[in-house]
């Protein structure tokens, strides 16, 4: 991913929140637990 | 009278049990904690005390009003002496006087021994090289640090070394944090074409972080870890030296072992090196008086659970021989957690100098696996306390770890790489192929990674410190 859009804030936040829920999601055995 | 359940050390894995064992079980067990200096550390943000981002109050709370708060029984002090037979431990006071303390389930939780005495000449203490493993040694390094900036200000050349001062050490991701934020801190200043930074790590390749490597599928293809990380030293000019193991530092100067190469040497004008971690000094006695710590214990001091042990070839690493319960085989009311527990081997690939000198990352327990190790050890307890088996399980290979390692400390123009590993150790049984779920694995680098650490600092910040809510936020 070029430097632009690691900066880029609007798909930062989309990634902030794609990033933040699969966290919680396997930390709750959500995701992952099979 | 109620059973008695004694944590050793208040870190990650300890803390995280006292809170569980304080909201499941203050009614049918008292809960004591021993922990020395009446501070809980967050340690992943130290690497920004270390560039002096952040300020060390932020990275701390007192552990006595928490525990006072939550019902917990705190003892200033350090275990000393387990005497597992009569289930008693004897803990030292920061004055020197020595209590016992009897105890029905008791968790080792202590943590790692610095173990700066493993590499000749190596750490603060020496005076040559500097660590951020502590809130004390972050400060120091930040102080040395800005002494640096400012030569740098002033028109002086420097070379900054960062990385693990052991063959055998672990915690490349905490160096390489720091590493990524004294860079991003260098140009903020616009000194950075003056420092020249490079980057000394015993992993066998960039990437690895003593986890065997990274991997993640993104759009069809797979990114590593090793690509990633090569690809942002490369991009920031930053030297590497891979597969080195530091055998000896003198002032300005450190000596190392390198896979397929003769020893050499790198001169610094500062240099940030990890140590090696080694199991708290603890002294295991049996009930004639028997010194039984060799038995306990694993040869690096870390206390032996219920894992294989039995020395295996890379390659021949098992998922079933991570620990299960974290209970010891020989007693069933002690458990150990977090760094404290001995690893049954690495999950790095060792490699060999031509002098012989093992070079072979070591496992790292980060906050998460320490956190989920802590809440299951609790939850085993209550299971044994009401009469059952213990039924809660937390292998490292089958536990996630989400690592956040930061590459520059701003709202507006910092940086981070995401990790989510899925489990921590591979298992090539439940995913052949890479012993990875790929699909749930993360690998990504951006300012959403900066925004995310800050985040996981503030929150865990209030569920460390037991305010309502906490057990909202996963660990």
Excluded at chain 2, 13 to 28: M, Q, V
């Amino acid at each position: 991913m070029g430097a632009f859009w690691r900066q880029f804030i609007p798909y930062q936040l989309w990634r902030f929140i794609v990033i933040n829920a699969r966290m919680y999601l396997i930390a709750r055995g959500i995701l992952g637990r099979h | 009278m109620k059973p008695q359940v004694v944590i050793l050390g208040a870190g990650f894995a300890g803390h995280t049990a006292a809170l569980h064992l304080s909201a499941r079980a203050r009614g049918i067990a008292d809960i004591h904690v021993v922990a020395p200096a009446n501070r809980f550390t967050w340690f992943p943000s130290l690497i920004w005390v270390g560039t002096g981002t952040m300020s060390e109050d932020l990275c701390r709370f007192e552990l006595a009003p928490v525990y006072e708060r939550l019902g917990v029984i705190y003892h200033n002090g350090r275990a000393v002496e387990l005497h597992p037979d009569s289930g008693t431990v004897i803990v030292r006071t920061e004055s020197g006087q020595d209590a016992a303390i009897d105890y029905d389930y008791c968790v080792n939780a202590t943590g790692p021994h610095l173990n700066f005495e493993g590499t000749p000449g190596l750490g603060p203490r020496a005076g040559t090289t500097l660590s951020v493993c502590t809130i004390e040694h972050a400060m120091q390094t930040r102080d040395e640090y800005l002494q640096i900036v400012t030569g740098l200000a002033r028109g002086s050349r420097r070379r900054l070394v960062i990385g693990i001062g052991h063959p055998a050490a672990t915690c490349e991701g905490a160096a390489f944090e720091y590493l990524m934020n004294v860079d991003a801190d260098l140009r903020r200043r616009g000194v950075r074409d003056r420092a020249e930074l490079v980057w000394l790590t015993n992993e066998p390749e960039a990437g690895d972080f003593g986890v065997d490597g990274i991997e993640a599928r993104k759009r069809g293809m797979i990114a590593t870890g090793a690509s990633l990380v090569r690809m942002l030293l490369d991009e920031r000019g930053i030297k590497h030296v891979m597969a080195a193991g530091v055998t000896k530092v003198e002032p300005g100067k450190a000596f190392y072992e390198q896979a397929g190469a003769d020893p050499s040497a790198v001169e610094f004008d500062f240099a940030m090196l990890i140590p090696q971690f080694r199991g708290i000094p603890i002294k295991y006695i049996a009930d004639d008086g028997r010194d039984i710590s060799s038995e306990m214990t694993q040869a690096n001091g870390f206390m032996n659970v219920d894992a294989d042990y039995t020395p295996k070839a890379y390659g021949q690493y098992a998922a079933s021989d991570w620990p299960a319960i974290y209970r010891s085989p020989r007693y069933d009311r002690l458990y150990a957690a977090g760094i404290a527990f001995a690893p049954p081997h690495p999950l790095s690939k060792p490699k060999k100098s031509p002098n012989g000198v093992t070079i072979q990352a070591t496992v790292p327990r980060t906050g998460m696996a320490s956190g989920i190790m802590g809440k299951t050890v609790a939850l085993n307890i209550i299971d044994q306390i009401e009469g059952r088996p213990p039924s809660h399980h937390a292998r490292m290979s089958e536990i996630p770890a989400a690592c956040i390692a930061s590459m520059g400390n701003s709202f507006w123009n910092g940086s981070a790489a995401s990790i989510i590993m899925m489990p921590v150790a591979r298992d090539f049984q439940r995913f052949p192929g890479y012993g990875r779920d790929l699909d749930l694995c993360e690998l990504d680098v951006g300012l959403a990674g900066a925004w995310t650490k800050r985040a996981l600092h503030s929150a865990f910040m209030w569920k460390l410190q037991g305010h309502p809510g906490w057990q909202l936020i996963p660990e």
